[in-house]
């Protein structure tokens, strides 16, 4: 995985952790709290120490990643088999979102370009140009415009 994607799914799953242990972690009592809730419903430990590092308590450094290990028992206890359960079902959450957001986008573009069609139009019929000649057959380009106006 790239380092970008690592981060995003890092901060996806530590946002379930926190869901998932009902508090955000911020003390050193919620950490050992966690802890010991990871272990009870996962039956693997985490040292709290791994814990602070993970969530930010702690400085660990930009070039930190957690071991798969470590990610699997996190992943497990927000609800997940493994943390390859878990990226695969944010990323196809993450790819719906991005789709949506390139739809988004094209319709956007669609309407400024229909915006600037009726400007250029408005423009043409104001200086007596016609608007389809100028257009004429360069794909939609203006194919000249008229000499500088007074």
Do not use: W
Request: glycine content about 8%; overall charge neutral; proline content about 3%.
């Amino acid at each position: 995985m790239r380092k970008k994607t690592e981060k995003i799914y890092l901060e996806i799953l530590k946002k379930e952790v926190e869901r998932t242990f009902g508090t955000p972690l911020q003390t050193p009592t919620n950490f050992q709290a966690c802890m010991n809730a990871i272990l009870e419903k996962t039956h693997k430990s985490i040292s709290v120490s791994t814990l602070k590092r993970i969530f930010g308590y702690v400085p660990a450094g930009d070039k930190y990643v957690p071991s798969m290990t470590i990610l699997n028992i996190l992943a497990e206890f927000a609800g997940y088999e493994n943390y390859h359960d878990f990226y695969i079902n944010h990323s196809q959450e993450l790819r719906s979102q991005g789709e949506k957001s390139l739809e988004e986008l094209l319709r956007s573009t669609a309407v400024h370009l229909e915006c600037a069609k009726k400007e250029l139009n408005m423009l043409c019929s104001k200086l007596g140009l016609n608007y389809s000649q100028m257009l004429g057959g360069g794909g939609g380009k203006i194919e000249s415009f008229p000499e500088e106006m007074d």
